[in-house]
């Protein structure tokens, strides 16, 4: 994966939606250049990897930490979610890192796996805030991971993509018509035609289907 191809998943994405009238495309603000990027990360105690800076690159958010309004006022990239500029992204993340980070567990040789795919790491960035914030994680190898956090669960039991497989989703969610984009520009949901989940499959494969997005 690079930046380029991170870059390529969401301006597909952000092309389907500006046929269909989403009133987000128009709200999309300028992408940074790679100076301003380094500087804001380094402020904040962030190194970021090409992969995550490339999604800032793109397009410095579709609002900013100030802008107040419902999902009807501002809708996002997708139903209910909100990209912020750089700088609202860094604080949120260093938020979550106060709250949900604990670097005693990550360090204590007697701390469980579980306990410690809870903990927020202090390198996580959120690209898509909601109930559950979207993390992009940055490996060793510069890849990077996206998945739902959850503060009861971390990263054991969430679906993990790359961001274009997590962006094909989003696409699939279009054709079966379970998103739609309404005539004023915002979304709409149709739960009933949300991916139906087998309570008796194995539970990698009911995660793969339950958090699609």
């Keep these: 994966m690079s930046g380029a191809q991170i870059v390529a998943a969401l301006d597909g994405w952000v092309e389907r939606l500006a046929h269909l009238g989403a009133r987000v495309v128009d709200r999309l603000r300028p992408g940074l250049e790679p100076e301003q990027i380094r500087r804001a990360a380094a402020a904040h105690g962030f190194t970021l990897s ?3 800076a490339a999604v800032w690159a793109w397009h410095d ?3 900013v930490g100030t802008d107040v309004g419902t999902s009807a006022q501002l809708p996002g990239l997708r139903p209910a979610g909100a990209f912020y500029d750089l700088g609202t992204t860094l604080e949120t993340s260093l938020t979550y890192y106060g709250i949900c980070g604990d670097a005693d567990v990550l360090t204590d040789p007697h701390a469980s796996d579980s306990e410690k795919a809870a903990v927020w790491r202090r390198e996580w960035m959120v690209f898509d805030s909601w109930l559950l914030p979207l993390v992009l994680a ?3 190898d510069g890849s990077t991971d ?4 959850d503060p009861q669960s971390g990263t054991e039991v969430v679906a993990h993509s790359s961001l274009p497989a997590r962006v094909a989703r989003w696409h699939e969610m279009l054709d ?3 998103w739609r984009v309404e005539p004023d520009g915002t979304w709409a949901v149709q739960p009933a035609l949300l991916p139906k ?3 008796s499959w ?3 494969e009911r995660i793969r289907w339950t958090e699609i997005t």
């Design 50 to 52: 090409e992969e995550v």
């Design 61 to 63: 958010g579709e609002r």
């Design 138 to 140: 940055a490996g060793p």
């Design 146 to 149: 996206t998945f739902r956090y």
């Design 176 to 178: 079966r018509g379970a």
């Design 197 to 199: 989940v087998d309570r």
């Design 202 to 204: 194995p539970v990698a």
